[in-house]
Structure formats: C-alpha cells, structure tokens
C-alpha cells in the first residue's frame, strides 16, 4: 500500500511569501502529524491532527498553521517566510489515535532565500 | 516537557564490528521509546519501539535496545553492522499521559560503517 506522500518534494521561496504544503497518509490513517528538521534545532514537532481536529500543536509562532480534511489528507501554511523557516517539513501518519505506528514520509524540504 | 540525549553525534564503526548508539531521557515516568533512522534525502523509517513488557525489544534487521528506567536510558545496539546501516539514527520519546502523541527527538547519532 502507498506510503505518506509530501508534495512538493522541494520548494523554494522568497522571504515574506507564505507557502503550502501537503500531505497524504496512508489510506485509512486518521492521524496525521507535522516535524521541522533543521540542522541547527534538529526534528521539533508542529502539530498533530486527528479526525480533522487539531489535538496538540508545538511551540511555533501563529504563521505556522495547519488543518485536516475529511479524507484525513492535510496541509501545513506558513506565512510571512523567514530565512530560518528554512527546513525539511516532515508528516507522519497513523492509522490509530496514538503514536504506536507512526510512519513518515519523504518530506518538503523547503529553502527560504 | 521530556528531553532526550544521544551521547554521541558521529559513530565511526569498521564494517562486521559491534555498535552502540546512545540515548537517554529525562524523566522517568510512563514513556514510550523509539530510535528512527533516516538515510539521505529521506524521511525516518522507524527501527523499534517500547511501549511495555519485555525491556529488550528487536528490528528485524538485527538491532535491538533496552529499556533502562533506572538509567532512563534506551541504547541502540548492533552485534555486526554492514554498509547498508550507514545513515543518521534518531532516538525518541513521547509522554502519552502529558504531551499526548508528540515526540520528542534527539539530536541524532550519524553512524558510518567503515569497510
């Protein structure tokens, strides 16, 4: 079966824009989170949605902002980019309410210039 | 909020020799333990988990950790590593009953096997 499917793969944007990015779960799977990875604060966690209700969300300023559909897929937007915005953007799903089978996608690696 | 600590940030091993990866947390209440491994331009694929009963858990590609509470630890290791186990290890920690689902990450461990 499919795994966790991010598009785009790779983005680039200027300082001040806003961005989306998308995820696809595996089918079935109703929880879905989001992680930043940078080099400088390694993997730190976004947010989590379940059943399209956001049930925890991470220490990041208000342009960071996400929401679930019905069919589970979900996006992330971050707007007013900043240098440091500049990441890879993991999502992960599960097919349960808890994290036991997390799995991951490939990422968005996005580059603010 | 939970922290996690990986002792080492570069593992140099040679090829067929033993490793382990270090990892340990912050606190010592009801957790779940996971080490992920993330090979180049890739998310994380998980390699195992605890999340109760038996303290040494297994991947079916040879490693296996232990969960230590005493220590708060939860060390990866490998009796015989290959090339193909070069690649960036995570290990994690989620709080159920505080933090819900969220993980905590350490900072990683970049193993790389020497032939």
């Known amino acids: 079966k499919a795994g966790v499917t991010q598009t785009p793969r790779y983005l680039i944007k200027t300082r001040g824009q806003q961005v989306t990015l998308s995820c696809s779960p595996i089918?079935?799977?109703?929880?879905v989170s989001w992680y930043q990875q940078t080099p400088g604060q390694g993997l730190q966690f976004l947010f989590e949605?379940?059943?399209?209700?956001?049930?925890n969300k991470g220490n990041f300023p208000g342009r960071f902002s996400g929401r679930q559909f019905s069919n589970s897929r979900s996006e992330m937007n971050v707007s007013t980019l900043e240098l440091g915005d500049s990441a890879l953007y993991l999502c992960?799903?599960?097919?349960?309410?808890?994290?036991?089978?997390?799995?991951f996608g490939s990422g968005t690696r996005l580059t603010v210039v | 909020a939970q922290s996690v600590t990986q002792l080492d940030s570069q593992v140099p091993v040679f090829e067929e020799a033993p490793v382990e990866l270090r990892c340990n947390y912050s606190?010592?209440?009801?957790?779940?333990l996971f080490w992920y491994v993330q090979y180049p331009n890739q998310g994380l694929q998980l390699l195992l988990k605890?999340?109760?009963?038996?303290?040494l858990v297994e991947s079916i590609n040879g490693f296996e950790a232990e969960f230590n509470k005493s220590q708060t630890s939860f060390h990866l290791r490998k009796p015989s590593v290959h090339i193909s186990d070069t690649a960036e290890y995570f290990c994690?920690?989620?709080?159920?009953?505080?933090?819900?689902?969220?993980?905590?990450f350490g900072t990683g461990t970049s193993l790389t096997v020497i032939p």
């Open positions: 992960a799903s599960s097919g349960t309410a808890n994290n036991y089978g997390y799995t």
């Open positions: 089918s079935g799977h109703r929880s």
């Open positions: 949605y379940f059943s399209e209700t956001q049930r």
């Open positions: 606190s010592s209440v009801s957790v779940y």
């Open positions: 605890y999340l109760s009963g038996s303290t």
């Open positions: 994690a920690v989620s709080d159920p009953e505080n933090t819900g689902n969220q993980f905590y």
